[in-house]
């Protein structure tokens, strides 16, 4: 029997990930009510979902592959849309996050701008050696809704002789937006755990305050009807 290649069989899995984002587009509500009703026995684990966000070469795919695979990709090879799931303890609770890679070339930007309706956290990436790529990102910034959990990333750490973007620049900016600015190097993995983690932590919190809104809401209801009723 001919052997299934590795590479073939992993790329596969990518895509059908990447297939399963574009489907809970259309039912994002249904899946976490489904989580929220299972019963207390049951192991309910918590999703978090992240979607890389940048410039073509600036490293989204090179950094999501050093914190999937802890491997670094020299090849440049441009992502249409790729998605990874890894499971990891944040703060001592076991969660899962996926990963969705998108395309940073123009020519892929239709199937991007698809998926970002489905992201609850975002990591804005650029290239401290292109200054275009920053600029892109501020751009990007401004018309997303930014109220949503989102880190901006300066990667390529590693080549300061190369740098075009001064730390003081973007950090200003995320400072305006409110945000964290932190440089990451893809090919070191230096701050490449930070990145996912911090990120992972923001969409926690938002979760949370969402959590604790709804149940203030309902019991002020049932206080209502309760009030009602006498
Ligand atoms: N030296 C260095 N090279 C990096 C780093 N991150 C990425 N690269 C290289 O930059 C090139 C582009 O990286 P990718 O991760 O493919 O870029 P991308 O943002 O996914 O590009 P698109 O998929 O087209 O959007 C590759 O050759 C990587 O090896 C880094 O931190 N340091
Ligand atoms: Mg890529």
């Not at 596969?12 to 259309?26: E, N, P």
């Not at 305050?209 to 209801?221: A, H, L, Q, T, V």
Request: charged fraction near 35%; aromatic fraction near 10%; proline fraction near 2%.
């Amino acid at each position: 029997m001919t052997k299934f290649p590795k590479e073939i069989a992993i790329k596969c899995r990518q895509r059908v990930l990447a297939l399963h984002w574009v489907i809970c587009l259309s039912q994002p509500q249904k899946t976490s009510r489904m989580a929220a009703n299972k019963s207390k026995g049951q192991s309910s684990l918590a999703f978090h979902k992240v979607i890389m966000v940048g410039s073509g070469g600036v490293g989204k795919s090179a950094l999501t592959l050093q914190f999937r695979y802890d491997e670094f990709v020299e090849d440049y090879e441009p992502t249409k849309a790729d998605s990874y799931r890894k499971k990891v303890v944040l703060d001592g609770e076991e969660v899962q996050i996926d990963i969705l890679d998108t395309a940073g070339q123009e020519d892929y930007a239709a199937i991007r701008d698809n998926y970002f309706r489905s992201g609850e956290g975002f990591l804005f990436v650029f290239s401290i050696t292109e200054h275009e790529s920053f600029t892109a990102t501020i751009l990007r910034v401004k018309t997303e809704e930014y109220k949503i959990p989102l880190l901006v990333v300066g990667n390529k750490s590693g080549l300061e002789e190369r740098r075009q973007v001064p730390v003081e620049e973007a950090r200003s900016k995320a400072e305006e937006w409110g945000v964290q600015y932190v440089e990451t190097s893809a090919k070191t993995r230096a701050n490449v755990d930070k990145v996912f983690f911090d990120l992972m932590r923001e969409i926690r919190a938002k979760k949370m305050s969402e959590n604790k809104d709804k149940n203030g809401k309902k019991s002020s209801e049932n206080k209502k009807s309760f009030k009602e009723r006498c």
